[in-house]
């Protein structure tokens, strides 16, 4: 199993940007499609965007394509999350998701996702 480290959440007002980092703990990161997922409270956890092993396939959920952005960089381990256009019902704990070794990057459901992260809090304010 990986270890998956997120950073970078915290509050933002309505409209501002945020970048996620997650720092995987694996020399198999280059050949592992990654995911970000996150959980509103009382809400089931959703897929918010996913990217294969190189970064050339990502793919969006419909309530954030155009305003957030998934890349990785296999040298440093880390995948990243770019959102920008921040909503409040963007307010969620968001979690990195890795698959096992080789796996294509679809289907996204969460239990196509063998590693979990510990979540980072993400406020957006109205």
């Known amino acids: 199993q990986v270890q998956l480290v997120e950073s970078g959440g915290g509050l933002v007002q309505a409209g501002g940007s945020l970048r996620l980092s997650c720092a995987a703990s694996?020399?198999?990161?280059?050949?592992?499609?990654m995911g970000w997922f996150r959980q509103a409270p009382g809400k089931e956890r959703e897929f918010v965007a996913g990217?294969?092993?190189?970064?050339?396939?990502?793919y969006y959920s419909d309530s954030v394509k155009g305003r957030f952005t998934i890349s990785r960089d296999n040298a440093k381990n880390t995948v990243y999350l770019q959102m920008n256009s921040l909503k409040p019902e963007d307010t969620a704990v968001y979690y990195c998701?890795?698959?096992?070794?080789?796996?294509?990057?679809?289907?996204?459901?969460?239990?196509?996702?063998?590693?979990w992260g510990q979540g980072t809090q993400v406020t957006v304010s109205s």
């Open positions: 990217i294969n092993w190189s970064g050339e396939n990502t």
């Open positions: 998701a890795a698959k096992s070794q080789y796996r294509s990057l679809l289907p996204t459901t969460a239990r196509d996702f063998g590693s």
């Open positions: 694996t020399r198999t990161f280059s050949s592992r499609a």
